[in-house]
């Protein structure tokens, strides 16, 4: 792994370098191992090493192998964050097998991560073989003859504790006036960058400010193996004062616990495990008095220091390198037996172009049977038990908003249009939608055809706005345009008092179309400009941490959100919406992908709980819905393959790529079931399912027969972003 900004001069035996942010590289990686043929890949893994949110970029390489993955996690977090879970899960389950340095790891994976036991291996950090020695030769060479030494190395950083240890030396110096502290290791290169040597200067002052100065000594050095062995030999006590317990694996301690060193550190969990039973000495974190104790009693009792570090050199003899790759060759030579490869590939994707190589599935045909049912004189009711219409529900303007959408998107891809007077009935059911006394749409309607309420909601009133652009833009009858165009500009000002989110989303997407077709509309206009800006100043106000929303919740239509954001910039040429668009969009993918690498729509039992993980059930086709044509805009805005892939995860959803393995869709008829429960599926085939399915298939075909995701705009190939 290299990040772009340096140049490595590796040795010859490396023989590919993948830089962190580039795609590209990550799956020519892939290429390189597959095509030469190797039989196991060992992924190490770590945070902040691998490019994206959450190291995801690695992803892209583990699911184009074509032979078994064995992953060692250095980390493994106890309370991830939502993209960390996600991530590490797909990794987890598209590992054979997952190594781990400590039982705590191991417990870990088991209780936060619901990983099998039969696929965990606890192998431990390696160490060098190197003899049980004193450090008195190695005092010498570098210059600490005659003196008690404490060490601490590793890369300089403000979680290494190195402030308490420098706090403790003024009592240690009392019982021990020889001591001296060394401190060995160059500034972490992060910390460097951001802030040269600051944090050493200040680690300098703070050892003059309590006049041991002369007692404290820093080497800003990266060393080779060799002499690091030498400045381990040297000491008489080894310190790690790490101030945050959640520290997995600590190679440092691994080193100067197997050199046979009295070790005292901060209880975080490798050293618990490590120095257990006598082996090393724990102090509480951030604690300089039970440092200053533990040290000053080790280096002035030469028998119990002796014991401790002859203790620590024979339970360490199963660490050696030779140990440790002999538990590794097992590994993976089991592995290449059972020829296990996990599940990190996405599942076999349709037609083609799944931005991974795997092999085509046919795409259903476009049957519109269950639809045309769902239809009467009136409009589209909204509800079914099982495939039969259910009329005691009625009808709502969101539903018929959804059917004109679909009816006037037919047609441009070569499916077949539905009849024109079925068009015109949920034209005039949105007519009679409209109230002009309070300026809204109303939405629920009885089977009598009695209107339930005097407005309808802000969502369902942008949805119906959005239906109108569209036919507006792109309906085959003239008057039917003139008539959606109108009655567009009419009710589109009731959108500025609007506060709900998703009823801006709705409309910029109506507006994407109404200006393309009315470019002179200078009032649609400032309103697109409006509550693009509103939703931008949402994600800036929502961002906490790895929470990157516009909203401190996840609902429903959860990618229109995004969507929106991204044609309003493409249209517009404002790279700011393309890239806030795309920045939320890939948190929101990074959530509806499960760790088998299929697409896990956020569950309706998720609504209103502020920032948690989104909750697996009940899921709805509406979600896929969205994302499919979310992840499509996004295609248009920039050149990377996780998009159309992604679009093809989600679609692969109806056709039972999901948790349950369960086809929703009934493809003699082109009906659509309502969802998944935990235990099974929602039997029954509503409007605002069956529209949902048949809106995915068709922008999913248009994009299957071109290549060209729906809705490409001028302004696409001079804001397009690369990957």
Not at 128 to 146: N, S, V
Not at 524 to 532: G, N, S, T, V
Request: with cysteine; hydrophobic share 40%; aromatic share 8%.
């Amino acid at each position: 792994m290299t990040e772009p900004s340096n140049r490595c001069d590796y040795p010859e035996h490396v023989r590919f370098q993948v830089r962190d942010n580039a795609i590209q590289d990550y799956h020519k990686a892939a290429e390189f191992l597959n095509d030469a043929g190797f039989d196991v890949v060992s992924l190490q893994h770590e945070y902040g090493i691998f490019g994206g949110e959450a190291g995801r970029d690695i992803l892209e390489l583990m699911s184009r192998l074509k032979m078994p993955v064995v992953t060692t996690l250095h980390t493994v977090l106890a309370a991830p964050s939502p993209a960390q879970r996600a991530v590490l899960d797909r990794i987890i389950d598209g590992s054979a097998k997952l190594v781990v340095m400590s039982e705590k790891g191991r417990q870990f994976l088991q209780t936060v991560h619901a990983v099998p036991a039969e696929k965990i291996e606890v192998i431990p950090h390696g160490i060098p073989a190197y003899p049980f020695i004193e450090p008195r030769d190695a005092k010498a060479t570098f210059g600490f003859a005659g003196k008690s030494v404490i060490l601490t190395f590793g890369l300089l950083s403000p979680s290494k504790g190195i402030e308490t240890a420098i706090d403790a030396m003024p009592r240690i110096i009392k019982s021990c006036p020889n001591a001296v502290y060394v401190v060995l290791g160059a500034t972490h290169p992060n910390l460097m960058r951001d802030q040269g040597e600051a944090y050493r200067e200040s680690l300098i002052q703070r050892a003059h400010r309590l006049g041991v100065a002369d007692h404290v000594v820093f080497f800003n050095q990266f060393v080779d193996q060799s002499t690091l062995l030498d400045y381990i030999s040297m000491c008489d006590v080894y310190v790690t004062p790490y101030l945050n317990e959640a520290q997995m694996t600590s190679g440092t301690l691994a080193y100067s616990f197997g050199l046979g060193k009295a070790v005292v550190s901060t209880p975080y969990w490798h050293a618990q495990e490590l120095l257990a039973d006598g082996r090393g000495i724990l102090v509480p974190f951030s604690d300089a008095l039970a440092t200053a104790t533990e040290v000053s009693n080790l280096l002035t009792n030469d028998v119990r220091r002796y014991a401790m570090r002859k203790r620590a050199y024979a339970t360490s003899r199963t660490m050696t390198w030779a140990q440790t790759a002999k538990k590794y060759l097992s590994v993976f030579e089991a592995t290449c037996v059972t020829g296990h490869q996990g599940s990190a590939r996405p599942p076999g994707l349709v037609n083609g172009q799944d931005g991974a190589g795997h092999e085509p599935i046919a795409l259903p045909d476009l049957r519109t049977g269950h639809f045309l049912s769902m239809c009467d004189s009136t409009g589209l009711l909204q509800h079914a038990v099982h495939c039969v219409p259910d009329r005691s529900h009625g009808y709502c303007v969101d539903d018929n908003a959804r059917a004109l959408l679909f009816a006037c998107g037919l047609g441009n891809g070569g499916d077949p249009r539905l009849p024109d007077k079925l068009t015109t009935r949920f034209a005039a059911f949105i007519q009679n939608a409209w109230n002009p006394d309070t300026q809204r749409f109303r939405n629920f309607m009885s089977y009598d055809r009695r209107w339930l309420e005097a407005v309808g909601s802000e969502d369902s009133h942008g949805r119906t706005l959005w239906a109108l652009a569209v036919c507006a833009a792109s309906d085959t009858n003239s008057s039917r345009r003139s008539w959606a165009a109108r009655l567009f500009a009419t009710a589109m000002a009731s959108v500025e008092a609007f506060s709900s989110p998703r009823a801006w989303a709705f409309t910029l997407l109506g507006l994407d179309a109404y200006c393309t077709t009315m470019p002179g509309d200078v009032a649609a206009d400032r309103l697109r400009r409006q509550l693009a800006n509103r939703l931008l100043a949402l994600l800036q106000a929502n961002q906490i941490g790895s929470w990157t929303w516009f909203e401190n919740v996840l609902a429903y239509d959860n990618a229109r959100l995004p969507q929106a954001l991204i044609v309003t910039g493409l249209a517009t040429g404002t790279r700011d919406y393309i890239e806030a668009g795309l920045k939320a969009l890939r948190w929101l993918m990074v959530l509806q992908t499960s760790p088998s690498g299929c697409f896990r729509p956020v569950g309706s039992e998720s609504f209103g709980k502020i920032h948690q993980q989104p909750a697996k059930y009940d899921q709805q086709p509406v979600e896929a819905t969205a994302a499919i044509a979310a992840y499509l805009a996004a295609a248009r805005a920039e050149a990377s393959p996780e998009w159309p892939a992604g679009a093809m995860r989600a679609f692969n959803w109806f056709l039972g790529a999901n948790d349950l393995r369960v086809c929703l869709v009934d493809h003699a008829t082109g009906g659509c079931l309502d969802g998944l429960h935990a235990d099974r599926p929602n039997q029954n085939m509503g409007a605002e399912s069956v529209l949902s399915y048949l809106l995915a298939l068709v922008e999913i075909r248009q994009f299957a027969r071109t290549g060209v995701p729906p809705g490409e705009s001028e302004f696409a190939p001079s804001l397009a972003l690369s990957a």
